[in-house]
């Protein structure tokens, strides 16, 4: 089944927006198996918006539309494909019900703008929209379909998981399961390296993602059915692990955040942290962390040595591993907690290039218990990692 | 003059990336005056790209297409721009040599793949690139434009900017300018009824955007020459400030943590912040601030009443406003600034909906001198808010 994506709006045009829409569906449709070849934004004009899904329909299978579903008279996608099946569009009598129960519930007044939302053509059917007023269209007809979405990422997603999603799945024929493993710590060059002979596989596939906590891989395997899939995916994920050990430390929606979090609650320890280096990036990470008022007690960030020197920090002249263990030891004091993590960094510029050496360093539960590990690289590429490198050493001192 | 863009790479299609040139060029379109109808990606095929640029031929007069200018030989859009106006690909002695000076500088080989990087046709001319080893295309024939640049930003916008964006400028044989002035603490209803008479204009025109740090206003008009749209924009901005007075509080690329930095040195104050309330939004926007040395000390967050007590920090039973300007006196404190501001919320849901009230305490100069303001709404929207509605309020006590 060929496939495009069609994204409708003006504002697309101007740039006022960025279409997360697209690259959403054109991920949903490659785990589906459906070939995409063409993806296409155009304005809320009549003309042009009929001239690309003409072209859309003289070569592909299937069509997706966003946008264009709303009430008012810029929102033409339904009177689109109605002229582009030749169809008239009708007020059905069902959907009407349903949109005066939405507004009724809501106590706003239905305008009579609004009627358009509850029209279908004949060989359209409405997909249910319980976020919205926009019900969505499946249109089918001489072996094409036009499906449209509403814009609204909040409510075009839930469309496609209850819906659309599992009506193209029924119609494909086959099942599609991916799996991802989560590493750490082994060079890009070296995986690709050992694992060469795994990835030359056609089906399951083994794909790498260079990610912000480290490399992800993603098994993918297509079968008829869905134990087929799964049992082909459980040995590739075998023979990974075996090259891979202790690289690997998550699968699927695993954060490493989440996993640290539940070790301290499991072993009733407690974490702070204090930074200087970056804009607080681990701070932010544990305080978004579900469940973090079990594990996480705060962080304290430095902007100066003034500020450090006024919460009581001190250290000997031992440059930047020594601040750093300061840090460490003061956040674990300052904030109460069982363990302090202290991150900070040096800037230099070496060649017109901004590089950064990075002292990370870990007061465990004992006093004396303090490890000190630094890094160096690229300011850019250094400063979004840290945070990372933080919780896989303090992951590896809990294991 | 008609426009299109189109994209091209496979792993757009995939949904790999979040296509980010698009949005930039269509925002640069707009701001020269010329008309975008149509975007598209499509995938490094041949066939299916040769397809799309000639459609693009027949309905635009200018067509600038990003990716597909390595040296690989999945890099094909220099043969379908050949392809679409039938001319023959040939190595250009000059470019040659260009690229052989780019590699040798770089001590690396170069391959024969390159080679193809160094190729021109007849129609087109090479666009300098001095950040990589791909030139962009200017290729034009029978009044048609087909401009290629390559797919990575950094090396995209450069030459947008040097090259591309002037040469279009000239053809325009207009200019047009921008002015945006920022503004806080209308409502955009309020604003939108009280600027109706202004907003009616076609040239300038004048246009709302709401955004994290309150709502911008976008004047834009377009002239001859450049002296007549900048006066046409002072007299657009007068009339705008006359109705929105004090509510203005920058333009154009100011940022208001730039604004209160400035202020705050100016007066040879420091500023420190304690928050537990969102994921330390507050403290992220002053760590990035340049020049933040000179008047931000740092800040804490905590993320439980356990890392308060640790802290020293006590509130009488006055609940969530004593809190807040205990966070503000303590920050203030332990940080050794001139003034602190704590940011301190209660949620609660309500109808299903998560909201929150918040207080926001500001601990001036004088340790008597604190005052806090309680904010209440919608979690998803008032967690991002409260970190400038903090900086507005420091910025009024400031004024």
């Not at 009724?104 to 279908?120: D, F, P, S, W, Y």
């Not at 929606?253 to 990036?281: C, D, H, K």
């Not at 070496?350 to 004992?366: F, H, L, R």
């Amino acid at each position: 089944m060929k496939a495009e994506l069609i994204s409708t709006g003006t504002e697309l045009l101007l740039g006022e927006i960025v279409d997360s829409n697209t690259s959403f569906l054109a991920q949903q449709l490659a785990a589906l198996g459906i070939d995409l070849y063409y993806i296409s934004s155009v304005g809320d004009n009549y003309e042009r918006m009929l001239g690309i899904l003409r072209c859309a329909r003289d070569r592909s299978d299937l069509i997706i539309t966003t946008g264009g579903l709303g009430p008012t008279q810029g929102d033409i996608t339904r009177e689109v494909i109605a002229g582009l099946f030749e169809e008239k569009m009708d007020v059905d009598p069902g959907l009407k019900v349903n949109l005066e129960k939405f507004f009724k519930e809501r106590g706003i007044e239905m305008t009579v703008n609004n009627l358009k939302q509850a029209c279908l053509i004949p060989c359209a059917q409405a997909i249910p929209n319980p976020r919205g007023t926009a019900p969505g269209w499946w249109a089918e007809k001489d072996g094409k379909i036009v499906i449209a979405m509403p814009g609204p990422p909040g409510e075009m997603q839930p469309m496609w998981h209850n819906h659309v999603r599992p009506a193209l799945q029924r119609r494909s024929g086959a099942v599609i399961f991916s799996r991802t493993l989560k590493t750490y710590g082994m060079p890009e060059g070296t995986m690709d390296e050992k694992l060469g002979a795994l990835m030359m596989s056609a089906n399951p596939t083994l794909a790498l993602y260079a990610k912000i906590d480290g490399i992800h891989l993603r098994i993918t395997a297509k079968a008829e059915v869905e134990e087929e899939a799964r049992s082909m995916i459980a040995c590739h994920e075998a023979e990974v692990r075996k090259i891979m050990g202790d690289h690997i430390w998550g699968v699927d929606n695993e954060t490493m955040e989440a996993i640290v979090g539940q070790m301290l609650t499991a072993r009733g320890l407690t974490l702070a942290v204090a930074e200087s280096f970056g804009a607080g990036a681990l701070m932010q990470i544990l305080a978004r962390t579900p469940d973090n008022s079990r594990f996480f007690r705060g962080g304290i960030f430095t902007a100066s040595d003034e500020a450090k020197l006024s919460l009581g920090m001190v250290w000997g002249g031992g440059g930047t591993a020594e601040i750093a263990k300061s840090m460490a030891s003061l956040s674990r004091e300052k904030l109460g907690a069982s363990i302090g993590i202290g991150i900070e960094g040096q800037m230099q510029t070496v060649d017109d290039e901004k590089t950064a050496s990075v002292y990370i360093a870990i007061a465990g539960p004992k006093a004396k218990d303090i490890i000190v590990r630094n890094y160096s690289g690229r300011l850019a590429q250094i400063a979004g990692r840290m945070a990372y490198q933080a919780l896989y050493e303090l992951k590896n001192l809990l294991t």
